[in-house]
């Protein structure tokens, strides 16, 4: 009788070990996949904020260029008026000399 205690207290002793083993593994896998959607979400969050610094960059970078467009239009125009009137003063400085009639 008493190795048939000692087999049933054996037998449940492993049972029990067979349970508590596998609900921890249950248990890990459970605490795994919470941390794997933490660092998921983390990292599209970061993916996010780069691809809203991308947009504000382009955006930057085509005010720039209309601001460089800008400028060179206003160049020429200067360039354009200091030809101009490059050309009165040469027109004047030739009728101060007497030059032209």
């Known amino acids: 009788m008493t190795v048939e205690v000692a087999l049933v207290i054996s037998a449940l002793s492993v049972g029990f070990g067979i349970w508590s083993g596998l609900s921890n593994v249950k248990r890990n896998e459970k605490n795994d996949t919470k941390a794997d959607a933490s660092q998921l979400t983390t990292v599209?969050?970061?993916?996010?904020?780069?691809?809203?610094?991308?947009?504000?960059?382009?955006?930057?970078?085509?005010?720039?260029?209309?601001?460089q467009k800008e400028s060179r239009e206003r160049i020429i125009k200067v360039e354009e008026s200091a030809k101009q009137a490059h050309k009165r003063l040469d027109t004047m400085e030739k009728h101060a000399r007497g030059e032209i009639d």
């Open 44 to 67: 599209i969050v970061k993916l996010e904020n780069i691809g809203t610094g991308i947009t504000e960059i382009k955006s930057e970078m085509n005010n720039v260029k209309n601001e």
